[in-house]
């Protein structure tokens, strides 16, 4: 287990709401409060901190980043990035959540590219550029990005240069159909696609081609504050784990649905959560890396049996 509070860069986290596991073990931190991506080796050491606060909607804080060069005014900055997966190229995508798009950066944090802007498809499938407040990011088997565009009620899979691929959901109850998902994450094992259905108070699972598979339900998901975010992450056994923010604990399932464990309870101290969101799998550190918002850190747990 392991503890990362500590000042990185020039100053500590500030409300972290997602994580992710780089191809070298890195922790790759969305530092939502804080406006930034913040990188950690395997160890826990400060890598690279890269970003800054820009709403676009209104220019406030955008910045043109090379002037007359090829950038364009707030690329590589952020409004509460929410969602955050790293590809096996070591390549870092960020849900720009609150600006309504993807951004994609090297290892090092330079800009690449991005696409999409913030508007309403209306609870319905429609153009994958509009992004409504997306957070959970995961890359598949293949090397596509998977992204829960939660306002819009859908899950898109866009190749790596954001190219669409395919799109599924839109409101509803019924499998195959979602209200504010949050969060995806994809099997190790066999490619299959699990949805923090977190409205529907559920988790659904989707074949690799996203075709509705089953349903497990969680039934502590009954917050709706815009904070109580649930998060997941499937470990290298098809373990399926979950966040419960409001509860201040983690789930942990089994593949076929079946609850196994939990740990986690409230309080600042180790093992305890403030108010835990995102989730990632060190699949080979045979861990779990959990963004502890409310106490402004992140933890490692070795993995349930």
């Known amino acids: 287990s392991a503890l990362y509070n500590g000042?990185?860069?020039d100053r500590a986290l500030l409300t972290p709401r997602a994580v992710a596991v780089g191809p070298n073990g890195q922790r790759v931190i969305a530092d939502t409060g804080n406006n930034r991506?913040?990188?950690?080796?395997?160890?826990?050491?400060?890598?690279?901190?890269?970003?800054s606060p820009c709403k676009l909607a209104d220019n406030t804080g955008c910045v043109d980043p090379d002037g007359a060069g090829p950038l364009e005014v707030g690329d590589g900055q952020f409004n509460e990035p929410w969602g955050i997966a790293v590809d096996r190229a070591g390549q870092i995508y960020v849900a720009d959540t609150w600006n309504g798009r993807i951004q994609v950066f090297d290892g090092n944090g330079k800009f690449l590219r991005k696409w999409g802007y913030f508007n309403t498809t209306n609870g319905e499938l429609g153009d994958a550029?509009?992004?409504?407040?997306?957070?959970?990011?995961?890359?598949?088997?293949?090397?596509?990005?998977?992204?829960?565009?939660?306002?819009?009620?859908?899950?898109?899979?866009?190749?790596?240069d954001g190219a669409l691929v395919q799109q599924v959901g839109g409101g509803g109850v019924i499998g195959g159909?979602?209200?504010?998902?949050?969060?995806?994450?994809?099997?190790?094992?066999?490619?299959?696609?699990?949805?923090?259905?977190?409205?529907n108070r559920r988790v659904q699972k989707l074949a690799p081609d996203l075709t509705f598979v089953a349903e497990y339900p969680v039934p502590s998901w009954d917050s709706r504050d815009i904070y109580m975010k649930p998060y997941l992450a499937v470990a290298a056994n098809g373990d399926l784990y979950v966040s419960d923010p409001q509860f201040f604990r983690v789930l942990i399932y089994n593949a076929a649905g079946e609850l196994k464990a939990n740990f986690g309870n409230f309080g600042s101290e180790p093992n305890h959560f403030g108010l835990p969101n995102g989730i990632a799998a060190d699949l080979s550190g045979n861990s779990v890396v959990v963004a502890d918002a409310n106490n402004n850190r992140v933890m490692v747990f070795a993995n349930a049996p």
């Not at 088997?141 to 190749?159: E, H, P, Q, W, Y």
């Not at 159909?177 to 409205?199: C, I, K, L």
């Open 129 to 160: 550029n509009a992004l409504f407040g997306p957070r959970g990011l995961a890359i598949d088997l293949d090397g596509n990005l998977l992204v829960a565009d939660t306002g819009n009620k859908r899950i898109i899979r866009f190749s790596p």
């Open 7 to 9: 000042v990185y860069g």
């Open 177 to 199: 159909r979602f209200e504010e998902p949050t969060s995806v994450a994809v099997s190790p094992v066999d490619g299959s696609v699990y949805v923090a259905d977190s409205w």
């Open 37 to 51: 991506i913040v990188v950690l080796d395997a160890a826990g050491n400060f890598v690279t901190a890269f970003g």
